[in-house]
């Protein structure tokens, strides 16, 4: 149990288009999701938290105007890259938290992205 | 604070010994503490976590002790396999619902 997907896995593109990656919690349900970014042999950087019917909170020099985040459903959240560029070719992992299973948060495979 | 780090630190150990990876995590509040698994291109996997409370747990092949003296956590895995090759990362936060604070990690190779 306590599945979380990601997708794409893998996202090549031009500089200046947006990207949009899903997070989902397969089978359960997560009024919490958290967004990661991990640099090349480095440790994961937490973005933002993803609050189920409310506004994601951003961490400390993290735009929210570039970095979309939208948590429609206990299953599902968004995050969307605007007008990417180079400079945010990353790793982008998600995770989520079980509310029934404790305090472990399950980690997706993240997201390559790579801007041209 | 938290700790991110800019190279992993590199243990090498042979198949079948037993490996020990530490962690210096920074908020005396933190209550919970997990560590984690991460393969190339994957993200990270669970291994075990330990509450403030106790100060040792074990699991299939791996314990994890806590020390909140000094701030320091460990992950011993017993008969490391070439399969545990990875890199280990520990994390650490106050209460479960909190954003997880991810420690620099270390990269474990196991030479057969």
């Known amino acids: 149990g306590a599945v979380v997907s990601q997708h794409p896995s893998r996202v090549i593109c031009k500089s200046g288009t947006s990207v949009k990656i899903e997070c989902r919690s397969l089978d359960f349900q997560a009024t919490t999701m958290f967004w990661y970014r991990q640099f090349p042999k480095q440790s994961l950087m937490l973005m933002a938290t993803s609050n189920e019917g409310s506004k994601a909170t951003y961490e400390q020099g993290v735009e929210k105007d570039k970095f979309l985040i939208n948590h429609a459903s206990l299953t599902l959240s968004t995050l969307t890259v605007t007008s990417a560029h180079p400079e945010d070719s990353s790793f982008y992992i998600c995770?989520?938290?079980?509310?029934?299973?404790?305090?472990?948060?399950?980690f997706g495979d993240g997201t390559r992205l790579s801007i041209l | 604070g938290e700790s991110v780090g800019l190279h992993l630190p590199t243990l090498s150990v042979q198949e079948g010994d037993n490996s020990i990876i530490n962690c210096a995590y920074s908020?005396?509040?933190?209550?919970?503490f997990i560590w984690y698994k991460q393969e190339s291109g994957k993200g990270p996997q669970f291994i075990i976590d330990?509450?403030?409370?106790?100060d040792k747990r074990q699991g299939q092949r791996v314990t994890v002790l806590l020390n909140k003296t000094v701030k320091h956590l460990s992950l011993q895995i017993a008969a490391t396999q070439p399969g545990d090759s990875a890199v280990y990362f520990c994390a650490e936060a106050y209460s479960g619902n909190t954003p997880l604070v991810f420690g620099k990690g270390t990269r474990l190779s196991v030479i057969a």
């Open positions: 908020n005396s509040a933190s209550d919970y």
């Open positions: 995770s989520a938290r079980d509310v029934d299973l404790g305090d472990t948060q399950h």
């Open positions: 330990i509450r403030s409370n106790m």
